[in-house]
C-alpha cells in the first residue's frame, strides 16, 4: 500500500502558484520524498525529491516540514500544460526502482 | 540522449493469447523497471533488472514474466492473457545508484479482447 496521502484533485488558475499537499506520516528516517507527475498519456516524470530540507529545481520547489509528517510541491507558475496527475511517493534509500504509487492528485490548471 | 523506447506502443491480443513487450533503457542505464496502470488498480510495480537478474518482483502471477539482455534492454512476456491484463505497461530505467529517478517511456498499451 502506498504511504502517502494526497487529495484526488486541486484547481489552480494558469500564472498561479500551485500548492499540492501530501501527508506521508509513518515515513521512515531513510525514506525519500519523491514527486511525479503523469500527463495524459505519457509516461510519469519526474519532478523532484528530498530527504530532509526544502529542495528546488527549475520545474518545482519541495518544501518538507521538519517532523517529515507532510509535505507540499510548489509549481510556482502554474501554466495549462502543468495540467496532470501529481503522485507523492514515499520511496526507501538504497538501490531500488521500485515505487509504490498512490492514486495521486489531479491538478487541472484553469485559463 | 535518446529517452527510453517501448515498442509496441500500441496492440490487441485476444484471451488466451501472450504477448512480448520490448524496451530500450536510456543510455548508460542498466537498470529497467515494469509497471503496470489500470484505471483500477493505478500504477503497480511488476518487477526490476539490473545485469541479467531479476533484483525485485511486485504481487503479480507467474503469467507475468520478464528478461534482460546484456545490453541493458529488457523484455516482459504475458502468457494466457486475460481480460484484466488489459493496461499501459510502462518501462523505467535508471543509473544503479543510491537515489537515482526513473525515466519513464510512454508505454505500451495492450488490449485483451
Known amino acids: 500500500d502506498a504511504k502517502t496521502t494526497q487529495p484526488t484533485s486541486m484547481d489552480c488558475a494558469e500564472g498561479r502558484a500551485a500548492n499540492l499537499p501530501c501527508n506521508h506520516s509513518?515515513?521512515?528516517?531513510?525514506?525519500?520524498v519523491y514527486w511525479y507527475r503523469q500527463i495524459h498519456s505519457q509516461g510519469p516524470q519526474y519532478i523532484i525529491h528530498?530527504?530532509?530540507n526544502n529542495e528546488t529545481n527549475e520545474m518545482a520547489s519541495l518544501i518538507i516540514t521538519e517532523d517529515r509528517k507532510s509535505s507540499t510541491l510548489i509549481l510556482p507558475h502554474a501554466t495549462l500544460r502543468d495540467t496532470a496527475v501529481y503522485y507523492c511517493i514515499v520511496r526507501i534509500s538504497g538501490n531500488t526502482g521500485k515505487l509504490i504509487f498512490g492514486q495521486g492528485t489531479t491538478l487541472q490548471v484553469k485559463p | 540522449k535518446a529517452g527510453v523506447t517501448q515498442t509496441p506502443r500500441y496492440l490487441i491480443k485476444t484471451r488466451g493469447q501472450q504477448v512480448t513487450l520490448s524496451c530500450s533503457p536510456i543510455s548508460g542505464h542498466r537498470s529497467v523497471s515494469w509497471y503496470q496502470q489500470t484505471p483500477g488498480q493505478g500504477l503497480q510495480f511488476l518487477f526490476e533488472y539490473f545485469s541479467e537478474t531479476q533484483r525485485n518482483k511486485g504481487n503479480f502471477p507467474g503469467r507475468f514474466s520478464g528478461r534482460q539482455f546484456s545490453n541493458s534492454r529488457s523484455e516482459m512476456n504475458v502468457s494466457t492473457l486475460e481480460l484484466g491484463d488489459s493496461a499501459l505497461y510502462l518501462c523505467a530505467s535508471r543509473e544503479h545508484g543510491d537515489t537515482g529517478e526513473l525515466f519513464f517511456g510512454e508505454g505500451s498499451r495492450l488490449t485483451v479482447l
Open positions: 509513518t515515513i521512515s528516517g531513510n525514506e525519500y
Open positions: 528530498g530527504l530532509k
